[in-house]
């Protein structure tokens, strides 16, 4: 994962997806934990394993993809990064 945000996130979690052939999501797995932080511009390794309970078996997946939320007071504090750094830019 990288931090593509222009301000640093204290804590972060980690989903993943299924795709089919067709495009649609067939299979998700939500975060058991929170990471960070996380610079902007930072990366972290995650690794995943699915299981067959993850996704309707009736479809075989082709592809997967991973996307990190920020968490907790970082939700709201992102935003007062964002405008302080804007402020100060100016």
């Known amino acids: 994962m990288r931090n593509q945000l222009p301000v640093r996130v204290q804590t972060l979690a980690v989903g993943m997806v299924?795709?089919?052939p067709t495009g649609q999501v067939i299979g998700y797995d939500d975060p058991w934990e929170h990471l960070?932080?996380?610079?902007p511009g930072d990366?972290?390794?995650?690794t995943h394993t699915f299981d067959s309970w993850d996704w309707d078996?009736?479809?075989e997946p082709v592809?997967?993809?991973?996307?990190?939320?920020p968490c907790g007071g970082d939700r709201?504090?992102?935003?007062?990064?964002g405008q302080q750094q804007e402020a100060a830019g100016r």
């Open 43 to 46: 990366t972290l390794v995650v």
């Open 57 to 59: 078996t009736s479809v």
């Open 76 to 81: 709201y504090l992102l935003l007062e990064q």
């Open 18 to 20: 299924l795709y089919a």
């Open 63 to 69: 592809g997967c993809a991973a996307f990190a939320v």
């Open 36 to 39: 960070g932080p996380l610079a």
